[in-house]
């Protein structure tokens, strides 16, 4: 498999670090460099506690704590992802997007001249945590390059 330019969409949970890992694998195996896509769901638009909170100013207030706290984490997972990436002497570049996960994945893959994508899979019912999984049937309609699923951990 001839790799020269990988895609990694991760986000920090255990199933987008297995993932992770075995992109950095595959980035030392082939010498190539990894785009990590850190999308933030797009549920979390428009978040503004409006069924709580009693007048407008404060729902604004709220709605930008949402919007920060969520640019931290972000900021925190692509960082934590770089220095991984650095200590295999991997070239590394990153990407922030907010929407729906597979048609993010999809439009830039189809602008970013990528040999591979590399994804992880789904959570195993009953695992707690957001529910913002990618849609494996619109990738394979759409993506134009070869996708790697990699694994949910074991316990």
């Not at 909170?53 to 207030?61: D, F, G, I, K, S």
């Not at 002497?89 to 590399?118: F, Q």
Request: glycine share 8%; net charge neutral.
């Amino acid at each position: 498999m001839d790799i020269k330019k990988l895609i990694l969409a991760s986000h920090g949970t255990p199933g987008a670090r297995a993932a992770e890992d075995a992109a950095l694998e595959l980035c030392m195996e082939s010498g190539a460099s990894v785009h990590q896509l850190y999308i933030v769901p797009d549920f979390w638009k428009g978040m503004m506690g409006d069924d709580w909170l009693n007048n407008a100013v404060t729902q604004a207030r709220f709605g930008k704590y949402v919007e920060n706290q969520l640019a931290r984490d972000a900021a925190e997972e692509i960082s934590r992802f770089a220095e991984k990436a650095k200590e295999s002497h991997i070239p590394c570049s990153d990407e922030i997007r907010l929407g729906k996960p597979a048609p993010c994945l999809i439009t830039v893959c189809e602008k970013g001249g990528y040999d591979l994508a590399v994804i992880g899979s789904p959570r195993p019912k009953g695992t707690p945590g957001l529910r913002s999984r990618m849609d494996p049937e619109l990738l394979s309609r759409n993506l134009s390059i070869r996708l790697v699923t990699v694994p949910y951990p074991q316990p």
